[in-house]
């Protein structure tokens, strides 16, 4: 499984943390990623602060995993924390979402 020693897809009550998968490989610290879906082929995606505000305290080791087209023909594109931690969102009101 391409080295990684850990994976841990986090509970419902460990949510909150700002991502939903924690990955080890052997030797490294770990991976935080933050899983997003949707129908679309070129989606916006949806932060909430409190996952933002994990990919800015960790830029380095945070990612973003889109599956676009979802139903269709889904495509992966992962997005290093380090690409968005500049980014100029705007937050919805109603759900305290940032969307980029």
Do not use: W
Not at 25 to 32: I, V
Not at 54 to 83: K, Q
């Amino acid at each position: 499984m391409l080295g990684v020693r850990d994976v841990c897809v986090l509970a419902e009550p460990e949510r909150g943390k700002g991502y939903d998968i924690e990955s080890r490989m052997p030797d490294s610290p770990p991976k935080y990623i933050e899983v997003k879906a949707s129908k679309d082929r070129l989606p916006n995606i949806e932060l909430t602060r409190n996952e933002y505000q994990h990919i800015l305290n960790n830029p380095e080791r945070s990612f973003v995993y889109v599956v676009a087209s979802v139903f269709s023909d889904p495509t992966l594109h992962i997005i290093p924390g380090t690409a968005l931690k500049d980014l100029k969102g705007s937050y919805t009101s109603e759900n305290n979402y940032l969307v980029v």
